[in-house]
């Protein structure tokens, strides 16, 4: 069983930046790949970017030149450094772990196994 703990949330305002931490329970963390995922209002589940076991990087095209995925094995952490923040950025940011081993850290959400409770992030026009 691993559990996730979002930090970092906050306001701030357009063109502002923001980090975000994921911290993990578990022996196995630098086994996982780690992503963050987020969700508007109103909106649907989206994915924003992940990091493998190995730190091979995934992004979706709307945060990619933007964010920065990264992990720290030895403290257990996760952390997804947001730049250059724009009001649609505004969600519920969560982290999550996928077991699998794959080859390459995939955007599909139903491949997690484990989830934070999420932190959220506000950008003021």
């Known amino acids: 069983q691993v559990q996730l703990v979002e930090s970092g949330g906050g306001l701030v305002q357009a063109g502002g930046s923001l980090r975000l931490s994921c911290a993990a329970s578990?022996?196995?963390?630098?086994?996982?790949?780690m992503g963050w995922f987020r969700q508007a209002p109103g909106k649907e589940r989206e994915f924003a970017a992940a990091?493998?076991?190995?730190?091979?990087?995934n992004y979706a095209d709307s945060v990619k030149g933007r964010f920065t995925i990264s992990r720290d094995n030895a403290k257990n952490t996760v952390y997804l450094q947001m730049n250059s923040l724009k009001p649609e950025d505004t969600a519920v940011y969560s982290c999550?772990?996928?077991?699998?081993?794959?080859?390459?850290?995939?955007?599909?959400?139903?491949?997690?196994?484990?989830w934070g409770q999420g932190t959220q992030v506000t950008v003021s026009s």
């Open positions: 999550a772990a996928d077991s699998a081993f794959r080859a390459r850290p995939t955007g599909r959400a139903r491949s997690y196994d484990y």
């Open positions: 578990g022996r196995t963390f630098s086994s996982y790949t």
């Open positions: 990091i493998s076991w190995s730190g091979d990087t």
